[in-house]
């Protein structure tokens, strides 16, 4: 019954999917089509173990550097190299991962910092098992493939890269050195995402029709990093690039909920608008003097984009980006069944036929204080092994970051390395997710027309297995 359902769908609600070669459709789902001889694919690659992962880490400043501590605190690592352009960084993070160590482990690390091509030098001296990437976006991907040129497994900050070129080409050479590249992904491992995962593959909301997922962020105040930081760079972004600049926070936890690009369903088309682009200039005027940088810039992108995602079976996904807007922080993280709904901003649920004594239908939520009983019901198991704050472990994640949603993702990796385990989240999954950039930005360049997305798998999504519910 659950397959037929499927079937009814993608033949009824896709009748016009027939018609995805039709000149209306644009983007560049028949670039790179071939892949090479002897090049693997990697959808549920295992790698060979790593009893010891011996990693490098590519920018500190930020996110870099709690990813290095985090990975640090765990049994069979080392950090064995850290480059960043700033030599306090590196300084700073040097004794964290030496305290961390106890004169036991992360006593011989190398230091680069300075030219910006330092990271060069360290991938040929050291040759680590992975290397961290957490720098600005328009490096990941070259940082990415010589990583894994030079036999390293790469891991690497949101998003993977920022044009359709760059993505392919961290595909063609993951498939051609066989090395892992993991984009880090940490929302997928927030506490509400992973009982969500858990509750989808239960089948508790039946068939999947519909997601909403968002990364709704009032970064103004990143602009007072003129110099360096995070504001220094991002900024420019706004002003010079078009559509959703950063779409994987609260698309990637959706993807998996839908298993697209893994066995079941996968990315079809897309459309995307654009709201027009004024707080930034308005934040700029308030806060800067005239002949300030920030004032000089035009400021392109809108403000707000939202995008809508067809997929092969007709469900529909609504992905949303706002970094500007006065307004509360949200995912949205909403996905909609045949059953019920499980939504976020505020976490509540709403079932067809009710749960226990909370809600006789699908007419009233759950939310607040009534939730604990659904967590205590559904949380995820992988979830509830590593939140216990009586363990060492568990005492680590807590302080990680983000609800513990950044160790959990760490620990993960390390786990999948010692044990030569598929990755949670394979290369295609972090592409298909960081394309709705360039795709989104198609479309508004064209007024919205529907632009087709890369099957970065080359038709192998089809047997690629479905993320399990891990414990």
């Not at 983000?402 to 295609?428: F, S």
């Amino acid at each position: 019954m659950k397959k037929s359902r499927r079937n009814f769908i993608k033949t009824t609600s896709l009748s016009i999917a027939s018609l995805s070669s039709s000149s209306f459709l644009t983007g560049f789902s028949n670039q790179y089509s071939d892949r090479k001889s002897g090049n693997q694919y990697m959808g549920d690659f295992k790698a060979p173990k790593i009893k010891n992962i011996r990693a490098a880490f590519i920018g500190v400043g930020a996110r870099g550097g709690n990813h290095l501590k985090s990975f640090a605190s765990l049994e069979g690592t080392e950090v064995v190299a850290i480059s960043d352009l700033y030599q306090d960084n590196v300084n700073r993070e040097f004794k964290i991962a030496s305290e961390i160590g106890e004169e036991k482990r992360h006593q011989n690390i190398s230091l680069y910092w300075g030219d910006e091509n330092k990271w060069r030098i360290m991938l040929r001296e050291i040759k680590p098992d992975v290397v961290f990437i957490s720098t600005n976006w328009n490096n990941h991907a070259v940082m990415a493939i010589e990583s894994m040129k030079s036999g390293a497994h790469a891991f690497v900050e949101v998003p993977i890269a920022t044009n359709i070129k760059d993505l392919w080409n961290i595909i063609d050479t993951s498939e051609e050195t066989k090395k892992h590249c993991m984009m880090l992904e940490n929302v997928n491992y927030g506490r509400d995402e992973l009982m969500f995962l858990n509750m989808c593959r239960k089948g508790l909301i039946g068939e999947l029709l519909h997601g909403e997922a968002s990364y709704i962020h009032d970064l103004r105040f990143q602009m007072k990093e003129e110099n360096r930081g995070t504001g220094s760079w991002r900024t420019l972004h706004y002003a010079n690039s078009k559509g959703n600049l950063y779409p994987t926070h609260g698309l990637g936890p959706v993807s998996q909920y839908m298993n697209l690009s893994r066995g079941e369903d996968n990315f079809k088309t897309l459309v995307s608008f654009s709201s027009p682009a004024i707080g930034r200039r308005l934040y700029a005027e308030k806060n800067y003097p005239k002949e300030h940088k920030w004032n000089k810039l035009e400021y392109k992108n809108g403000d707000l984009n939202t995008s809508i995602i067809k997929t092969n079976l007709g469900r529909t996904i609504m992905v949303q980006w706002d970094e500007t807007s006065p307004r509360p922080y949200t995912r949205l993280n909403l996905i909609q069944g045949t059953k019920g709904i499980l939504a976020g901003f505020p976490t509540r649920i709403a079932l067809e036929e009710g749960f226990k004594n909370l809600s006789k239908d699908h007419h009233s939520w759950i939310e607040g204080k009534d939730m604990k009983a659904i967590y205590d019901e559904y949380d995820h198991p992988l979830y509830k092994k590593l939140n216990d704050k009586s363990t060492s472990l568990g005492k680590q994640i807590a302080e990680s970051g983000h609800g513990g949603m950044d160790g959990i993702m760490i620990y993960r990796i390390v786990e999948c390395l010692q044990n030569g385990l598929p990755m949670d989240q394979n290369v295609y999954e972090g592409c298909f997710w960081s394309v709705i950039t360039p795709l989104s930005a198609n479309s508004i360049k064209n007024d919205g027309e529907p632009q087709s997305f890369p099957d970065f798998t080359r038709g192998n999504w089809e047997k690629t297995k479905p993320l399990k519910i891990i414990s």
